[in-house]
């Protein structure tokens, strides 16, 4: 264990390994996300398999959840539905390729995606949230020979429905994964940003000095204001 990292100063460990530099003309909220969670976004449609036509459902759009349904869009699902509760955080999915956003409060997502997949499943579903019952759904909502990839960090052992798994016959898929580092992934996550691939700036919806700390973390816990993600400058 080590220390984080939100502080004036930091010490890299294996800095030749794990810093790229940025390409000249990006500003540093341009690339903010490209360490973490457009990293790991990514690696949930990366693990998916995601080939290009398929229809892929996303569980949880906070924000490793809308990287994944970007990564998703960019590797070339036709058909990306994205599920949360929260209405802005599904208006966002929408702006990074979401086709079809469902509430979880409000809708019934599994009965909702066979309907929209006319009985079928998806081909592949990104579970982001790490619950149990998120896991449900992304597993009951897909095809014969999907593949659920989950992102999750789960806090208690995970139950395996058989009824999901079509009693142990369905073929289906479940890879687990978090966030990918390194110098040559953090250099490939730029290129999509500098070359048009993606703009998740406005995923930063609040901006906060380093003494205030504190006040941002508050804010983020309790979730208000329309909260995404916070930006933090020394």
């Keep these: 264990m080590i220390d984080g990292t939100q502080a004036e100063y930091v010490l890299v460990p294996d800095a030749e390994a ?20 457009m990293s790991t976004g990514f690696k949930g449609a990366e693990n998916a398999g995601i080939k290009i036509g398929d229809v892929v459902a996303v569980f949880a ?38 086709n079809v956003l469902l509430n979880y409060k409000q ?24 619950t149990q019952r998120t896991f449900n759904q992304a597993l009951r909502v897909l095809k014969p020979g999907g593949t659920l990839s989950s992102l999750g960090v789960y806090s208690d052992d995970l139950q395996l429905p058989v009824s999901a798994i079509a009693n142990g016959l ?10 990918p580092g390194g110098k040559e992934r953090m ?10 691939g993606l703009d998740l700036t406005p995923l930063i919806t609040h901006r906060f000095p380093l003494d205030e700390i504190a006040d ?19």
Aim: net charge neutral; glycine share 12%; charged share 20%.
């Design 216 to 234: 941002a973390y508050r804010l983020f816990a309790e979730k208000r204001d329309g909260v995404i993600k916070l930006a933090i400058s020394a």
């Design 107 to 130: 809708v019934d997502v599994v009965d909702d995606i066979l309907k929209i997949t006319g009985g079928r499943g998806v081909d592949a579903s990104i579970e982001c949230l790490g």
């Design 61 to 98: 759009q906070g924000p490793i959840g809308l990287c994944a349904t970007a990564g998703a869009r960019l590797r070339g699902a036709s058909l990306v539905i994205a599920v949360s509760s929260a209405p802005e955080k599904l208006a966002m999915a929408g702006r990074l390729g979401a």
């Design 170 to 179: 369905g073929d289906h898929t479940i890879r687990t994964a978090l966030c």
């Design 18 to 37: 794990n810093l790229a530099p940025i390409p000249d003309g990006l500003s540093d909220e341009q690339v903010l996300m490209c360490p973490d969670v």
């Design 187 to 196: 250099r490939r996550m730029m290129n999509v940003v500098q070359h048009g």
